[in-house]
Every structure is written in structure tokens, then in C-alpha cells.
């Protein structure tokens, strides 16, 4: 049997989803594929209500697609019930999002250590990871505090320790500057940037902050649940509009759009 990794640590193939209003069904995505590389930044970006979150929600395991597969690190996600992909999400997974979702009464240090205690670690092992997470993130000085006395990009900071501390393989990131100032939005990109690299992760990200755009290694932008660009800002043989090395499967390709 081998174990050889997956070359792609996320794939959605075909995935469509519908949401009720009343008498009117809104499709927000559309036979939608995708895959995505580990240790990668990649950044979903588009306006609001073009699908992007959505799409995270649903690569995440968080949410079914109404049709279509998703597979993450060789898994098969589409079909498992909930508690299959709840383990799923605290072995291998960690969420960052804009509002911050921290207690106001633990503190930093507090928030780290929470999710690691439903992992079967040790006492002693969860306070180490979350120091280092702490550390990592420029923040092991502010771990006694709570939320009240940290700055919003403390407050991030703290969210992307937590979601660090797990050793996650996945790291999705649903707006995670746009509640933030530009100096301490420029600190969380290249924090997300760097869990990439130095870590092998695949990081997830859907934005409209364009500040993440030169830090991604590959851009995907959405408009009405569908790509209409993909391109590496790296890369100064891709252009916008042409698709990368990456499979992105039978999408209906629509060109740049203006």
C-alpha cells in the first residue's frame, strides 16, 4: 500500500450549492473544481456574496455541497456523517475568522490551551504547545491577558495561536484583516504566509483585501460561484486570466473579466 502524500491536500470536483430565500433558490456555487497545493498560501478572492466563503465552508467540512465531491488530504469528505468529519477537523484542521471568536473571560494563554485539551494531550504538553504558538506569533509576553485588553491584532494574533497550536495539515482564514488596521492587517498576512512556508501547511484564504494578494502564492478570483481568474503573482510567466500548473477541472473558465 502506498504512502505517498496527496499532490493536492484539497480538491473539490463538480461542487454546486443552493440556498433558499423564501420562494427563490440563489446558487452560489456552480460545478465548481478546484485543487489546491500544500504548503501554499492561496488566496479566494472576489466581492461579497460571490461564493468564496461558501466555498471554505464547504472544503472546510463545515457545510455540504448539494452536489459534487470534496476530498481533503486524500479523504473523502462529500457523505461522512458529522461526527467523522468533526475528528476529521480536530486532527488535521484550524480556523481563523474575522471576528476573532475568542472568550472574554480566558486568557490568551486560556484560548490556545482550549482546543488542545479535546485532542488527548497531555497537561503538560498543552501548555507548551500554546506558549509556543504564543511565541511563534510574536504574543507569548500577552498571555495573561484577556481579549479586553488586547488590540485587535492582538486579538488575531491570539486566533491564529490557537488554530497553530493544533498542528493543523489544513488552516482556513475567512477574512481575517478586515477588522484590522493596515499595520496590524500586514502583520497577520505575513504571519499566514509564514505558517505556509515554515510549516507545510495548506492555508486557505478568502479575502477582499488586496494587501494579500502579492503575499499569496496563487490567487484564485470568484465572481457568481465561479473562477474567472487564477494566477500565481509570483510567477512571471503566468498572466491573469490563464490558468496555472494547478487542476482546476472542467470550471466553466471565463476569461478576465471587466
Not at 491536500?9 to 460545478?31: C, M, T
Not at 495548506?202 to 487564477?230: F, W, Y
Request: charged share 25%.
Amino acid at each position: 500500500m502506498s504512502t505517498t502524500a496527496p499532490v493536492f491536500s484539497l480538491e473539490a470536483d463538480s461542487i454546486s450549492k443552493s440556498f433558499e430565500s423564501g420562494a427563490v433558490s440563489i446558487q452560489v456555487l456552480r460545478r465548481f473544481s478546484v485543487s489546491v497545493r500544500p504548503a501554499e498560501l492561496t488566496l479566494v478572492a472576489g466581492p461579497s456574496g460571490c461564493g468564496k466563503s461558501t466555498l471554505l465552508s464547504i472544503l472546510s467540512g463545515l457545510q455540504a455541497a448539494d452536489e459534487g465531491r470534496v476530498r481533503a488530504l486524500g479523504q473523502e469528505l462529500s457523505g461522512e456523517n458529522s461526527r467523522t468529519l468533526e475528528r476529521f477537523r480536530l486532527k488535521h484542521t484550524g480556523f481563523v475568522f474575522q471576528g476573532f471568536n475568542l472568550f472574554s473571560a480566558l486568557t490568551a494563554l486560556e484560548q490556545v490551551e482550549l482546543p488542545l485539551g479535546y485532542m488527548g494531550l497531555s497537561r503538560a504538553d498543552i501548555r507548551q504547545r500554546a506558549r509556543q504558538a504564543l511565541d511563534e506569533v510574536g504574543i507569548g509576553h500577552r498571555g495573561s491577558m484577556r481579549p479586553a485588553q488586547l488590540s485587535g491584532g492582538e486579538k488575531q494574533r491570539v486566533a491564529i495561536a490557537r488554530a497553530l497550536a493544533k498542528r493543523p495539515q489544513l488552516l482556513f482564514a475567512d477574512e481575517p484583516t478586515s477588522a484590522l488596521d493596515a499595520v496590524s492587517g500586514q502583520t497577520v498576512i505575513d504571519l499566514l504566509r509564514r505558517i505556509a512556508v515554515d510549516h507545510g501547511t495548506t492555508v486557505l484564504c478568502v479575502s477582499h483585501d488586496p494587501r494579500l494578494i502579492q503575499r499569496a502564492d496563487r490567487v484564485l478570483a470568484m465572481e457568481d460561484g465561479v473562477i474567472n481568474r487564477d494566477w500565481r503573482p509570483g510567477d512571471t510567466g503566468s498572466r491573469p486570466g490563464m490558468h496555472s500548473d494547478d487542476h482546476t477541472g472542467a470550471l466553466p473558465f471565463q476569461g478576465d473579466r471587466r
